[in-house]
């Protein structure tokens, strides 16, 4: 470099240097993607290897000032792994024009300079050794990949359906008491269904004290569980609806002297669908009438409990045809947000024509039964709104009821 002018030009030559990676006798043009996308990052996930770092400097400082850091640019940064691979920012010039560096200062400067490989072309038994390293690195990935993922697939046994899920306690709301806590557990059925011996159907959340949100108070717990059971079909007939699993809970509230109050109960049929479900269950509690039990209820705390939490539906020691409830004093309460992430598998649709038709007829039913809970939800929503219709009704006066009464227009 002769003399010093506003634009001068520096090159950047690179020689003796480690082979340099090239595909079909042509150097890439673009060794490294500094801003790599998602599928960029998937493709090419390899393992990290450890890099030495050399950066080619150039002080650009005015005469007399030589040696100040703020005058030092980088023009070049190499990075050879324990590979032999480089990789060099910014790239070689090429048919590119030439890299630019501005100065600051009384003077501003414009620098020019190029970087260009002047290495000799890689010999073919050079680059069959790179491709060897390569594809050893890749087999050695491969390898590592394989130990932490099993290869053998597990299958459910022939003719069964197995259910997961993965659920969460999103939140509670609607209830008199602060510092909520929710305790739940999954029902299987006495017939054809089972889970393994380690399998926990059961769980307590967190005990978490509520915020205001419009006029409600919510408590959000955000607790997740999981579990799994296996559906085991044997029972031919065409008309039998299968029964599936049912997801209790009981909700309590903890005061400061560590009593707790029931608060409500419910229950949910898990969703015979698989996929994302949203589940909010309506609770209740048992009452007790009189002005003593809110006492005893608010400076006690206790109240009346189930002894048996399946009564909320249908108990599991019931055998008779109509369950009857008359007498049992209750009070609507809040309700608990579930949300569930169901996932269904069966070997059925890989075998035999005549056992997928029968895994297919139980699929079926099992669409027919959650539209059979869609038809009972609609019909006690209608008895529901027929019953405060007619409580309505009974309570106005008598007089503008009657057909024989005046008309008021």
């Known amino acids: 470099m002769a003399g010093r002018t506003d634009e001068s030009l520096l090159t950047l030559t690179l020689t003796d240097s480690p082979t340099w990676r090239r595909e079909g006798g042509i150097l890439k043009s673009r060794i490294v993607t500094w801003e790599p996308s998602e599928e960029f990052v998937r493709n090419n996930h390899v393992i990290n290897t450890p890099l030495q770092t050399m950066y080619i400097m150039a002080d650009l400082g005015p005469y007399g000032k030589l040696g100040y850091k703020k005058y030092e640019h980088v023009l070049c940064t190499l990075k050879v792994d324990s590979n032999g691979v480089i990789t060099v920012k910014p790239d070689f010039t090429g048919l590119k024009g030439p890299y630019r560096i501005e100065t600051e200062g009384e003077k501003p400067e414009l620098w020019k300079y190029t970087i260009d490989n002047v290495s000799s072309l890689a010999q073919p038994e050079e680059e069959e050794r790179e491709q060897r390293v390569f594809k050893d690195l890749y087999g050695r990935h491969k390898e590592y990949l394989s130990s932490l993922v099993d290869t053998d697939f597990e299958t459910t046994v022939p003719g069964a359906l197995r259910l997961f899920v993965n659920g969460e306690v999103v939140s509670a709301q609607g209830y008199e ?32 004290a509520t915020k205001s949100l419009g006029m409600d108070k919510v408590a959000y717990f955000s607790y997740p569980f999981t579990f799994e059971a296996s559906f085991l079909h044997e029972d031919e007939s065409a008309g039998a609806l299968p029964e599936w699993p049912v997801l209790y809970c009981e909700v309590h509230s903890l005061d400061f002297w560590q009593r707790y109050r029931v608060e409500g109960y419910g229950a949910v049929v898990l969703p015979a669908t698989p996929g994302a479900h949203t589940l909010r269950v309506s609770t209740w509690r048992p009452l007790e009438l009189g002005t003593v039990a809110e006492l005893r209820r608010f400076f006690i705390g206790g109240s009346l409990e189930l002894e048996d939490l399946s009564y909320v539906r249908i108990p599991g020691t019931f055998k008779g045809e109509r369950l009857s409830r008359f007498g049992l004093r209750t009070e609507t309460t809040g309700s608990v947000t579930f949300r569930l992430h169901c996932l269904q598998q069966s070997r059925a649709f890989m075998e035999s024509s005549s056992l997928r038709k029968r895994m297919r007829s139980v699929l079926d039913r099992l669409e027919g039964f959650s539209q059979q809970s869609s038809i009972h939800n609609v019909l006690e929503a209608f008895r529901r709104a027929r019953r405060r219709m007619q409580e309505a009704r009974e309570s106005l006066p008598q007089d503008l009821v009657s057909p024989s009464g005046a008309m008021v227009r």
């Open 177 to 208: 008491y602060d510092n909520l806590y929710v305790h739940f557990f999954v029902e299987l059925p006495t017939t054809n269904w089972s889970s393994p011996a380690f399998q926990q159907l059961s769980g307590i959340t967190q005990t978490c």
